[in-house]
């Protein structure tokens, strides 16, 4: 079936330096690709995707990369807070199933 | 606007018991889908409603089931419950995830088994 491989499953990063989460997917056919965050004790929340046919997009100190031809996408935060300590999950929407794919999520920690 | 309601929030149950939880979506979502997460694990895909059709489903047993209501309220029930049940279940509404709407989620429901 589909899948969408996420790596690394942790990182820890210093306070300030940036963060890289890499998915890939299996199902040519997706075509949305969004990232959830999830603090401790809480619900995912939404915090950016991005289309089939764009490649890049950005939201302040987070942006997401796509690679059609490669079929993976990143997450990218730069200057990390505190507040950034949490496990993301990206997902692939399945053109051929109508379902999206989740990754096994990454937590990321913050190191003061 | 108000987000999206599960209830309860913590249960506790016995082995071979069944159980019934409940999401109330975003007014106007017509998709809801729902969700098994264990500790450390990822997101597990149970199924999806919309307009009251099971729309798709994920790779569990047929104790888990679901029901979606005119009102887009969902219900998904656990029959038999194993010690395995035990885990956080999310809830999402959706306008439409066909049509790449972002899913809300529900603070969840902690389910623990006995």
């Known amino acids: 079936g589909e899948n969408v491989e996420q790596h690394p499953s942790t990182l820890s990063v210093q306070e300030g330096d940036s963060a890289v989460i890499k998915c890939t997917y299996s199902?040519?056919?997706?075509?949305?690709f969004p990232w959830y965050k999830q603090e401790l004790g809480k619900r995912p929340q939404l915090i950016i995707d991005?289309?089939?046919n764009v490649g890049e997009k950005k939201d302040q100190r987070i942006a997401v990369t796509l690679n059609k031809t490669a079929k993976h996408f990143s997450l990218h935060i730069t200057e990390t807070q505190p507040e950034d300590s949490a496990v993301y999950f990206c997902?692939?929407?399945?053109?051929?199933?109508?379902?999206?794919?989740w990754g096994a999520g990454t937590k990321l920690i913050i190191k003061p | 606007k108000a987000g999206v309601t599960q209830t309860p929030r913590y249960l506790i149950k016995t082995r071979g018991q069944q159980v019934t939880l409940s999401c109330s979506p975003i007014?106007?979502?017509?998709?809801v889908s729902w969700y098994q997460q264990t500790p450390g694990q990822g997101l597990q895909f149970l199924f999806e409603?919309?307009?009251?059709?099971?729309?798709n489903k994920g790779n569990f047993p047929g104790r888990f089931s679901g029901r979606q209501f005119s009102n887009s309220r969902s219900e998904m029930n656990v029959s038999t419950l194993e010690l395995g049940d035990s885990a956080l279940y999310l809830c999402?509404?959706?306008?439409?995830?066909?049509?790449?709407?972002?899913?809300?989620f529900g603070n969840g429901t902690r389910l623990t088994v006995t």
């Open positions: 999402a509404s959706s306008l439409d995830p066909r049509n790449n709407s972002p899913l809300h």
């Open positions: 007014s106007g979502h017509r998709s």
């Open positions: 409603y919309f307009s009251e059709t099971q729309r």
């Open positions: 199902d040519s056919a997706s075509n949305y």
């Open positions: 991005i289309r089939s």
């Open positions: 997902a692939a929407y399945s053109g051929s199933n109508y379902q999206l794919i």
